[in-house]
């Protein structure tokens, strides 16, 4: 089945996000009032590894599992969307202490009326999608 | 083996577990980036019909979207056969900050006193998590990407985008835990 690597691969991510207490509400509340290092050590490790990896992967013109070459999309130059889209974001991921990710792990994990806070998602995304060409990009 | 899953994992070993997350999913030929499947889910849901922005052939992200359930299933396992015993070790400060809120620390993951049955079945609770979830949706989508394909997969590749992104996150997340949280709580 050509799904399974994509599940098994969601699985691990989950165990990861749940272990590491990325999920927690707590731990999120921790990192935004500077309280430990424990998110900044996460993300920054996932980074500067992530890096290494990107930088191999293009030196190296490593291909995917099919033989196609692995690309990397630039992102639109701009500043507005990315601060403005980011900052209501961060409003958000501080008051549920959750971004989309999570959102979903905690689920997993048998926090329920996280799906309030998914289907709160699902109405800011179609909000977006709506009023999109009337925002600043 | 079991027993060292079991145990609340570091901060380094975390990070690079993320790290190989999106290697995995290059080497598959995709890019990490869990936002994504709120858009394909409004466009299952119709959308497509009503807003251009969701008339799009979803099953192009299907990958993602099976990824997603992979992570509710992990979810799963890690309160089942890989649950800790242990309270969660928040540092002092924020459970003492948090108490300055009425927020008390339970040793759990997440406060019952925010995402209990209790809370929920208030209007104020309601709002307050359905609200929270909007600007999430709204704000990934406005910024292209989330923590995942913004701080992960953005950082990594050097994007100046993704930074600004990140400094939004973080301009954002400090207004609401300093000045509306004190407000709500």
Not at chain 1, 25 to 34: A, D, L, N, S, T
Not at chain 2, 68 to 79: E, F, R
Not at chain 2, 119 to 140: N, Y
Request: hydrophobic share 50%.
């Amino acid at each position: 089945m050509k799904g399974l690597k994509f599940i098994l691969s969601g699985l691990v991510f989950g165990v990861i996000m749940a272990k590491s207490e990325a999920i927690s509400w707590y731990r999120i509340q921790e990192m935004f009032r500077f309280q430990s290092f424990h998110m900044y050590g996460i993300i920054g490790t996932a980074v500067i590894l992530g890096v290494a990896i990107v930088y191999l992967i293009k030196k190296f013109k490593i291909r995917d599992f099919q033989g196609n070459p692995i690309l990397f999309q630039d992102k639109d130059k701009s500043w507005k969307r990315y601060l403005i889209g980011g900052s209501i974001f961060g409003l958000g991921w501080a008051l549920t202490g959750a971004c989309p990710g999570p959102m979903f792990v905690n689920v997993g994990y048998g926090y329920y009326t996280m799906l309030v806070v998914i289907f709160g998602s699902l109405i800011g995304t179609y909000l977006y999608g709506l009023i999109k060409h009337k925002l600043p990009h | 083996m079991l027993d060292i899953l079991r145990q609340p994992w570091s901060w380094y070993a975390s990070g690079a577990a993320i790290a190989f997350i999106m290697l995995i999913l290059l080497y598959f030929g995709k890019s990490f980036g869990v936002s994504a499947n709120l858009r394909t889910m409004c466009t299952i849901a119709g959308a497509g019909k009503r807003v251009k922005f969701f008339d799009f052939d979803w099953r192009s992200q299907k990958w993602n979207l099976l990824f997603l359930l992979g992570s509710v299933l992990g979810g799963y396992i890690a309160s089942t056969l890989l649950k800790s015993d242990q309270p969660l070790q928040l540092s002092n400060a924020t459970i003492h900050d948090l108490q300055g809120l009425g927020i008390h620390f339970d040793g759990q993951l997440n406060p019952a006193q925010i995402f209990g049955l209790d809370f929920i079945s208030t209007p104020k609770g309601i709002m307050v998590l359905l609200f929270g979830g909007a600007l999430v949706g709204f704000g990934a989508r406005y910024a292209g990407g989330c923590t995942s394909g913004h701080a992960i997969s953005g950082l990594s590749n050097l994007q100046l985008p993704s930074l600004i992104a990140v400094i939004g996150f973080f301009i954002g997340g400090l207004a609401m835990t300093y000045f509306i949280l004190p407000l709500i709580f």
